[in-house]
Nanobody
């Protein structure tokens, strides 16, 4: 499967962005999906993940209540709605797919098999 992330940009603190990740190849409903981010000098960190059905979601504590992950399997697209953005959210954001038909939403990068290219998010203060 190939993943294509988009939607990044420059936004002021308190603003919003919506990231999209479109898949090609196998249907999206075969995969648990996740969003990760990596700021310069930092390790890649989990942001949010969603089960194949969309019923289960997980978030890192720092984005709970501000970010929402969702999926539209018919459109082969996963979204990350980011509201109330903070300068510390500045990073390259990556979408990832877990091919193992897992019922779990992994929160580590090792739990994902396919990665898209990053989309840059910059939040100015």
């Amino acid at each position: 499967v190939q993943l294509q992330a988009s939607g990044g940009g420059l936004v002021q603190a308190g603003g919003s962005l919506r990231l999209s990740c479109t898949t090609s190849g196998r249907a999206l409903n075969n995969y648990v999906m996740g969003w990760f981010r990596q700021a310069p000098g930092n390790e890649r960190e989990f942001v949010a993940g969603i089960s194949r059905s969309g019923f289960n979601t997980r978030y890192t504590d720092s984005v709970k209540g501000r970010f929402t992950i969702s999926r539209d399997n018919a459109k082969n697209t996963v979204y990350l709605q980011m509201d109330s953005l903070k300068p510390e959210d500045t990073a390259d954001y990556y979408c990832a797919a877990d091919k193992t038909y897992s019922t779990l939403v992994h929160i580590t990068a090792s739990g994902y098999d396919y990665w898209g290219q990053g989309t840059q998010v910059t939040v100015s203060s």
